[in-house]
Structures are given as structure tokens and as C-alpha cells.
């Protein structure tokens, strides 16, 4: 009676109304994925077609020293950007919270600023900025602090200043949601029992925002596994990404059926982390993504 | 006994133009249960935040156990306070929430256990140690707020409206428990509230604000009693206010005075001639017989009976339109709607207090009217 009840009254309906979408999902992204899955089995001719016959050795070169080490290089990237994404956003997004409507937005417009052209337009801005020729090179020759330009472009250094550049709003927005939503009460009741700010901090404010530094965090690890053109653009050719691999694979190797196995890969990962999220109490709705 | 644990002196507190404490002079005694009463917007809290560091005074001084402090921090100040929305901390068990303030002054852990037993019981929360203020009614939560604040061993508990946000039933419960406790602790409470009856109930004095001024302060009978503005008799209980000028001193030493709803009859004839003053009379002084007695002349119509309980309320109304209540024992005789009736009392039980118009007369009489009220008594 009551199971039959909440069918009409909610299942039908959400039946119908999601049927469109359903149909858009499967159409642009679970095809295209289970044809990513299918040829990642699959073996290439001479003339770099899919021939389709069934072999793991795609996912055997997954092991290969060298793309070992541009995993690990990409993990390294991911956490350091992420960690500095952390460090920077946190005040942001403390001070955004706590300052008079008017600023906020400013802040916001600032932040959200950058979205309105293309990232890959804004990272050649930087370009011009750090190259050998570059102005902070001129600045700095110019006052005398160096004698020859510095290598700042084409480092590792830069591509994580790309991927933080490029990546910092994502940390920004789940940081605000959580400190907004703070209770100033709660400070006032840790500063009566008696804590300084600082133990305030670690005791009351860093736990309760926690759930925010962690949607921030896979938001902004996870894209930048795969934020190839960050790691063109800024590392050269010096810094290899998963992503620089897979888009290597597809664009200039042709061997897509071995991209296909490191694309597949790098969504396991992912998933990995989202469960490793969702696991520890993260809600996937945090994540401001689905 | 008297002797003050905080004081509060000609402190003034504005938020930019908006003046909300109007040189305020308190003195709260070693203790004692204090209530801070008055409407909505009257500065209650603020003057609770001030005595807590939560908020700085504009000016004036405060002391706390003979210390200024001003220059202190709240995690500073040996003060405690239970915030009227608790902020419990959710993401802690009731026993981390107790314990937080013992951790913060690095009290070993064997102790802080043992101390965090004593302080759930106290409260009637023995066995909740573990559960996350989620998991808590209301008037547990409650609990949780009051142990998590005396567990430091405050002097000075500070209380927002604690019971605020509890029903009715829970509420009456929990005042005693909360009285009891002051009493089994010793300590000196500062209960803020806007509900007259929980502050006439609960405490040894009652502070009256209105608009950022304290009225008056003066035990619960002395503030029924005796109260020394019209805001306060106007605010606690019911009474029957006239605005009166004096006509004379009788020989007997009672004082005849002129309202706009008649004559009518005082005892207290310290005021100057001519002064406009404010006579109080409660209802259950208040008199109402079939023929008019002499210094009275207040005719009126009786509307309504009404039955509550043990006293009936009768409403009669004055020729001038202006409404007085009555009420009497249910039993004695009442008189019937729509019959005439002349309204008196004994002078000795009407309150005169002087307007505020003439405030340094004002000041002077409510002085004199303090050592008057002491030799009475
Ligand atoms: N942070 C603030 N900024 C500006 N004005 C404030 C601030 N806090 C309080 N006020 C004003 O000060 C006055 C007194 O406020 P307060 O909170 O002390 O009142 P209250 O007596 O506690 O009232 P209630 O019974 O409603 O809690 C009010 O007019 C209020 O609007
Ligand atoms: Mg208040």
C-alpha cells in the first residue's frame, strides 16, 4: 500500500523526468566510455587501425618504468598543486566569508573573473610573464637581484603554478561553502572555555571545515592528473602528466587502444578517490560537481 | 554578604550611533542569583557579552573580582557563560564538549575524566558521555551546556536565556534544577531572560532594563512592591497606573491627589508640589464598593468577571474610559457586570513614583524613598 503509494507519488514521475537526461547521459558519455573500454583490449595493424581481437598487453605497458614514473610525477604535481591550492585558498575563503556582502562579491567577481576568457589564453599570459624575455626577468635584471635570466618557465615549479592558477577557484568555492556556514557562537563558547585562537582553530574551525578542504581537494587533484595542456604550455616538454601521454597517444602515436588503457586507468584511479572521499563521510553533493 | 564579585560602572556601549547601554552602574554580589529582565532590544545581552569579553564597552569600567577587564580576553576572564543557543560543539561527544575547557588549561587526563563524571551527573547525565549533541533533546543539549560551563569552576556563570528555547513544562523543571545548582555550587549567576515570572521565581535580585537603561534593581519584592519607575511597574505584574498631580496633604498625613480619572488617595507624600507623579495600585489591592469613599472619586462601570482558578479578574471601566483591573478572592462577593461601582484602596498600598521628567528631583526622592522603604521595613 504505502510502497505503491511512493511509486506514483515519486518514482513515475522522477522516471519521466529524468528520461531525457538518462538518454544525453548514455549518449555522450557512457558510449564513448564503454568504446574507451572496448579498444583498450583491443590491438592496432601496421597502419595504426583498431583491430579488434581480444589482449591485455595495452594494460601490460602500463607498467612500464617510464610511465611508472610520469604516475608518480603526475601524482606529485596533484598533491603539491593541491596542497598550495589549500594553503592559499583557506584564507581567501576565510576572509571572504567574514567580510561585508559588498566585498564578497568583489571577491567572487575576482575570482570567477578569469572563467570568462580561455584558460589556455591565460597561461600564454604567464608565459609572457616568466620567460627568459619575460617581465619578471627584466624587473628583477633590472634592480641588479640577478645578473642572468632565471629559468623560470619550462619547470616543474611552473606547471604547478599553472595547475594552481588554473585550479584555485575549485578549492576556493567548497572552502566558502563550509566557512559560511560556520557558527560564531562556537568560537565564542571555545574562547570562553578558554582557548587561544590558535587552539580554536585546530580544535573547532579546521575539524568543522575539514568536510570543505576535502571536496576542494579532489576537485582540484583529480583535474590536474589530466590538465595536459598546464603541463604544455608551462612545463614544456619537461614535465610529462598522465595526461600529456594519453593525449600523445590519440593525437600523435595513433595508438589509441594503449590511450585507451591509460585513460582507463586514470578514471580507476579517480573512482579510487572519490570512493576514498565518500568513504571518510564526503558527500558527492560537496563536491559541487553532479 | 554583599560583597561585589562584579561591578559594573557608568559603562556606556554603542554600535556606531546606536546607543544600547546608557551609563550603566551594577553591582552583582558574591553568590547570589542575579536576573537581567526587561523587553526584547533592551541590552540584555549585550551587557551579558560585555561582563564576558565578547563585547568591549564604548566606555566605562568593568571589574570582575575587584580586576579590570577590559584589557582581557574572553579565554582570559574567569567567567563562564551558557549561550542561549547552546554552541555545543557537533562535532564532539558530550564528554569532549565537557571536557574542552579543561583540556584547554592542560588538566591531566585522569583528572578531566573523573572531573567530566562529577560534572554529567551534577546535570542528570550520567551514560550520555558518548553520544554527539545530535543525538540530545533539547533540554539535554541544555545540560550539556550548563556542565561544559561549571565544570572550569567559574566565579561568575553567565546564563543567555538558557531555557529559551524549551517548552513550557521542561522549562518550570529545569528552573529549579538550575536554582538548586547555584545554590549547591555556590556560585553567583547572572541570568539573563525576558520572562518576568522565571525571574521573579529564580532569583535573590532582579535587574530591570528598558532601552539600554537600568530601571532598577532590588529583590523580587521590592521590585513588585516598590518599584521606582513607571516602566517597571508598568512591566512586572499587572497594575493600574494614573498619571496625577498633588492637591494636598491631608492631617492623617495621606496625600490627595488629581488624575485625570478623578481624585484619588496616596500615602507617600515625598514630592515636590505640583509634581506630576505616577501612582501604581495592583489589581489585588485594588477595591471596588458600592458607595464612594472619601479622598476617592473614581466611578466606573463594571465589564466583565472573569474566573481563573482562585481569584476572579473584574475589569471596571472609568468614566474617562480608562480600564482598572480588579481581583479578588473567587468566593467573596463580586460585583455584577453593568453595575456601578466606586474604585479606592488603602492609600498605604498605591506606590507613587515620580516622572522622570525632573531627574535630578527624580534622583534625590528615589534616595529618600530607599532609607524610607529600609526604615519601614
Ligand atoms: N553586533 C551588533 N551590531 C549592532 N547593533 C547591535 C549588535 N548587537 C546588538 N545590537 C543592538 O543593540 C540593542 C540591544 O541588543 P541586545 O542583544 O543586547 O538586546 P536584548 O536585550 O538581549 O534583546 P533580546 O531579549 O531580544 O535578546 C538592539 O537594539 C540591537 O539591535
Ligand atoms: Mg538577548
Known amino acids: 500500500m504505502q510502497d505503491r503509494h511512493t511509486f506514483r507519488k515519486k518514482t513515475v514521475p522522477l522516471i519521466t523526468m529524468i528520461s531525457p537526461v538518462t538518454a544525453w547521459l548514455i549518449?555522450?558519455?557512457?558510449?564513448?566510455?564503454?568504446?574507451?573500454?572496448?579498444?583498450?583490449?583491443?590491438?592496432?595493424?601496421?597502419?595504426?587501425?583498431?583491430?579488434?581481437?581480444?589482449?591485455?598487453?595495452?594494460?601490460?605497458?602500463?607498467?612500464?618504468?617510464?610511465?611508472?614514473?610520469?604516475?608518480?610525477?603526475?601524482?606529485?604535481?596533484?598533491?603539491?598543486?593541491?596542497?598550495?591550492?589549500?594553503?592559499?585558498?583557506?584564507?581567501?575563503?576565510?576572509?571572504?566569508?567574514?567580510?561585508?556582502?559588498?566585498?564578497?562579491?568583489?571577491?567572487?567577481?575576482?575570482?570567477?573573473?578569469?572563467?570568462?576568457?580561455?584558460?589556455?589564453?591565460?597561461?600564454?599570459?604567464?608565459?609572457?610573464?616568466?620567460?627568459?624575455?619575460?617581465?619578471?626577468?627584466?624587473?628583477?635584471?633590472?634592480?641588479?637581484?640577478?645578473?642572468?635570466?632565471?629559468?623560470?618557465?619550462?619547470?616543474?615549479?611552473?606547471?604547478?603554478?599553472?595547475?594552481?592558477?588554473?585550479?584555485?577557484?575549485?578549492?576556493?568555492?567548497?572552502?566558502?561553502?563550509?566557512?559560511?556556514?560556520?557558527?560564531?557562537?562556537?568560537?565564542?563558547?571555545?574562547?570562553?572555555?578558554?582557548?587561544?585562537?590558535?587552539?580554536?582553530?585546530?580544535?573547532?574551525?579546521?575539524?568543522?571545515?575539514?568536510?570543505?578542504?576535502?571536496?576542494?581537494?579532489?576537485?582540484?587533484?583529480?583535474?590536474?592528473?589530466?590538465?595536459?595542456?598546464?603541463?604544455?604550455?608551462?612545463?614544456?616538454?619537461?614535465?610529462?602528466?598522465?595526461?600529456?601521454?594519453?593525449?600523445?597517444?590519440?593525437?600523435?602515436?595513433?595508438?589509441?587502444?594503449?590511450?585507451?588503457?591509460?585513460?582507463?586507468?586514470?578514471?580507476?584511479?579517480?573512482?579510487?578517490?572519490?570512493?576514498?572521499?565518500?568513504?571518510?563521510?564526503?558527500?558527492?553533493?560537496?563536491?559541487?560537481?553532479? | 554578604m554583599a560583597k561585589a564579585i562584579v561591578e559594573i560602572k557608568n559603562v556606556n556601549k554603542f554600535y556606531g550611533d546606536n546607543h544600547v547601554v546608557k551609563d550603566l552602574d551594577m553591582e552583582i554580589y558574591e553568590g547570589e542569583f542575579l536576573s537581567i529582565l526587561g523587553p526584547s532590544g533592551c541590552g540584555k545581552t549585550t551587557t551579558l557579552r560585555m561582563i564576558a569579553g565578547f563585547e568591549q564597552q564604548t566606555d566605562g569600567v568593568i571589574t570582575v573580582e575587584g580586576e579590570r577587564v577590559e584589557n582581557k580576553e574572553p579565554f582570559e576572564r574567569n567567567v563562564n557563560t551558557v549561550f542561549q543557543s547552546y554552541a555545543l560543539f557537533p562535532h564532539m561527544t558530550v564528554h569532549d564538549n565537557v571536557a574542552y575547557g579543561l583540556k584547554m588549561k592542560k588538566v591531566k587526563k585522569a583528572e578531566i575524566a573523573g572531573r567530566v563524571e562529577d560534572a554529567l551527573s551534577m546535570v542528570r547525565l550520567e551514560g550520555f558521555g558518548k553520544r554527539y549533541p545530535a543525538q540530545l533533546s533539547g533540554g539535554q543539549r541544555q545540560r550539556v551546556a550548563i556542565a561544559r560551563a561549571i565544570i572550569n569552576n567559574p566565579r561568575v556563570l553567565l546564563l543567555d536565556e538558557p531555557l529559551g528555547a524549551l517548552d513550557m513544562k521542561l522549562r518550570k523543571q529545569m528552573q529549579i534544577e538550575l536554582k538548586n545548582l547555584q545554590k549547591q555550587l555556590g556560585i553567583t549567576f547572572v541570568y539573563v531572560t525576558h520572562d518576568q515570572e522565571e525571574a521573579l521565581t529564580m532569583s535573590d535580585r532582579i535587574a530591570v532594563m528598558s532601552g539600554g537603561v537600568l530601571e532598577q534593581i532590588g529583590t523580587p519584592a521590592e521590585i513588585y512592591e516598590k518599584p521606582t519607575t513607571k516602566f517597571v511597574a508598568d512591566f512586572i505584574g499587572e497594575t493600574n497606573l494614573f498619571e496625577a498631580v498633588e492637591a494636598h496633604v491631608r492631617d492623617d498625613g495621606t496625600v490627595c491627589l488629581n488624575a485625570e480619572a478623578g481624585e484619588l488617595t496616596g500615602a507617600d507624600p515625598r514630592f515636590s508640589a505640583a509634581e506630576l507623579v505616577y501612582l501604581s495600585v495592583r489589581p489585588e489591592k485594588t477595591l471596588a464598593s458600592e458607595s464612594p469613599v472619601t479622598g476617592f472619586s473614581l466611578r466606573g462601570t463594571v465589564r466583565e468577571n472573569i474566573y481563573i482558578g482562585t481569584v476572579v479578574k473584574s475589569t471596571v471601566v472609568l468614566q474617562n474610559g480608562q480600564e482598572i483591573r480588579v481581583s479578588s478572592i473567587a468566593g467573596a462577593p463580586v460585583p455584577a457586570a453593568g453595575s456601578a461601582r466606586y474604585i479606592h484602596w488603602n492609600p498605604g498600598d498605591a506606590v507613587i513614583i515620580h516622572s522622570k521628567s525632573n531627574t535630578i528631583l527624580d534622583l534625590m526622592d528615589s534616595l529618600d524613598l530607599g532609607a524610607y522603604v529600609a526604615g519601614g521595613a
Open chain 1, 27 to 290: 549518449l555522450l558519455i557512457a558510449l564513448p566510455l564503454l568504446y574507451i573500454l572496448v579498444i583498450s583490449f583491443c590491438g592496432t595493424d601496421d597502419a595504426h587501425n583498431i583491430v579488434f581481437h581480444f589482449t591485455l598487453k595495452n594494460y601490460a605497458k602500463l607498467f612500464d618504468p617510464t610511465i611508472l614514473s610520469i604516475y608518480s610525477n603526475s601524482l606529485v604535481i596533484a598533491l603539491l598543486t593541491t596542497v598550495i591550492c589549500i594553503l592559499v585558498a583557506y584564507p581567501f575563503a576565510y576572509i571572504m566569508a567574514s567580510t561585508t556582502p559588498f566585498r564578497k562579491t568583489l571577491m567572487m567577481i575576482f575570482l570567477m573573473l578569469p572563467f570568462w576568457t580561455n584558460s589556455i589564453i591565460r597561461l600564454y599570459s604567464w608565459r609572457t610573464l616568466l620567460g627568459t624575455n619575460g617581465y619578471v626577468n627584466l624587473l628583477l635584471l633590472k634592480i641588479g637581484l640577478i645578473q642572468q635570466p632565471i629559468e623560470m618557465l619550462f619547470t616543474r615549479g611552473a606547471v604547478v603554478l599553472g595547475m594552481v592558477y588554473t585550479l584555485l577557484p575549485f578549492m576556493v568555492l567548497p572552502l566558502h561553502t563550509v566557512i559560511d556556514k560556520l557558527d560564531g557562537g562556537l568560537h565564542e563558547a571555545s574562547s570562553d572555555l578558554g582557548a587561544k585562537p590558535v587552539k580554536t582553530f585546530l580544535h573547532i574551525t579546521l575539524p568543522l571545515t575539514a568536510p570543505g578542504i576535502f571536496a576542494g581537494s579532489i576537485m582540484v587533484f583529480i583535474p590536474c592528473l589530466g590538465y595536459f595542456f598546464v603541463s604544455n604550455l608551462m612545463g614544456g616538454g619537461t614535465s610529462q602528466l598522465i595526461g600529456n601521454v594519453i593525449s600523445r597517444q590519440f593525437k600523435e602515436a595513433f595508438n589509441w587502444p594503449y590511450g585507451a588503457a591509460l585513460a582507463i586507468m586514470l578514471i580507476l584511479i579517480t573512482l579510487l578517490l572519490v570512493r576514498i572521499y565518500t568513504k571518510t563521510g564526503g558527500k558527492i553533493d560537496d563536491l559541487g560537481v553532479m
